[in-house]
């Protein structure tokens, strides 16, 4: 679905991915983790083409997408919830979802996207009306969620979904992401620093260090490696 074939970014004369590979297939849940500074934003950027890569190509569903810009990769359903939710905090919450779906014309097919947004998270129904930015981190975290499945995306990526929430919502925020891959049907793209809990939902995992992918398999695979298990969960 997704193929990422040696891509090097960078900001200026600022070298920030070397050579770096990735696949997905449909229907997948691919991880991507490394420590803060790995690169990892800068490749989901560089895949929503808010960034072009100096070498390499990007393609998605055998179109090379690498010089496409950022309108055109998201109506092909390329979607991305960027770190830091980015919402529009002086708009309601309904304003907010409706912004998700400006490429639809369809008022039906907007509707329905209402109402299965409503049902995986019904607190953004409750507060519909209310101003985003009045929200709390964790609704806001599933506004920005809500808002990239407004979008009605065939690869969802979420960069940083878990980051400067209280430990009790991290673990909803990952079955969220499970059930928008397993039940809803739509491949998703995860970037994460917490490494246990992304190995444990995902299919693959790949391992990103001073921009370049240093490991990939299966998410148990990468829970049962010895550097991992090292560098990443302290074991």
Same mark, same amino acid.
Request: charged share 25%; proline share 3%.
């Given at each position: 679905?997704?193929?990422?074939?040696?891509?090097?970014?960078?900001?200026?004369d600022?070298?920030?991915?070397?050579?770096?590979?990735?696949d997905?297939?449909?229907?997948?849940?691919?991880?991507?983790?490394?420590?803060?500074?790995?690169?990892?934003?800068?490749?989901?950027?560089?895949?929503?083409?808010?960034?072009r890569?100096?070498?390499?190509?990007?393609?998605?569903?055998?179109?090379?997408?690498?010089?496409?810009?950022?309108?055109?990769?998201v109506?092909?359903?390329?979607?991305?919830?960027?770190?830091?939710?980015?919402?529009?905090?002086d708009?309601?919450?309904?304003?907010?979802?409706?912004?998700?779906?400006y490429?639809?014309?369809?008022?039906?097919?907007?509707?329905?996207?209402?109402?299965?947004?409503?049902?995986?998270?019904p607190?953004?129904?409750?507060?519909?009306?209310?101003?985003?930015?009045? &929200?709390? *981190?964790?609704?806001?975290? +599933? #506004?920005a969620?809500?808002?990239?499945?407004? $979008?009605?995306?065939? %690869?969802?990526?979420?960069?940083?979904?878990?980051?400067?929430?209280?430990?009790?919502?991290?673990q909803?925020?990952?079955?969220?992401?499970?059930?928008?891959?397993?039940?809803?049907?739509?491949?998703?793209?995860?970037?994460?620093?917490?490494?246990?809990?992304?190995?444990?939902?995902?299919?693959?995992?790949?391992?990103?260090?001073n921009?370049?992918?240093? &490991?990939? *398999?299966?998410?148990?695979? +990468? #829970?049962?490696?010895?550097?991992?298990?090292? $560098?990443?969960?302290? %074991?």
């Amino acid at each position: 679905m997704l193929k990422v074939d040696s891509i090097d970014v960078a900001y200026g004369d600022v070298q920030v991915l070397h050579e770096v590979s990735l696949d997905i297939q449909e229907g997948e849940l691919v991880a991507v983790i490394g420590a803060n500074g790995a690169g990892k934003t800068t490749l989901l950027k560089t895949i929503s083409s808010l960034l072009r890569p100096i070498k390499g190509s990007i393609s998605f569903e055998d179109e090379t997408i690498s010089s496409m810009n950022p309108d055109r990769i998201v109506a092909r359903g390329i979607v991305q919830v960027p770190e830091g939710r980015l919402l529009f905090p002086d708009m309601s919450v309904r304003e907010n979802l409706e912004m998700g779906a400006y490429l639809e014309k369809d008022k039906n097919t907007v509707n329905e996207r209402f109402d299965s947004v409503y049902e995986l998270f019904p607190v953004l129904k409750e507060r519909s009306t209310q101003m985003a930015g009045t &929200l709390s *981190g964790g609704e806001q975290q +599933m #506004l920005a969620v809500g808002r990239g499945l407004m $979008a009605g995306p065939k %690869l969802f990526m979420f960069d940083e979904p878990s980051l400067g929430l209280a430990p009790m919502l991290v673990q909803s925020i990952f079955d969220r992401v499970q059930h928008i891959n397993k039940t809803l049907g739509v491949t998703v793209l995860l970037v994460e620093q917490n490494v246990r809990q992304s190995c444990e939902i995902s299919d693959r995992a790949f391992v990103l260090e001073n921009g370049r992918m240093v &490991l990939h *398999g299966t998410g148990l695979e +990468m #829970l049962e490696n010895d550097h991992v298990r090292e $560098a990443y969960l302290g %074991l």
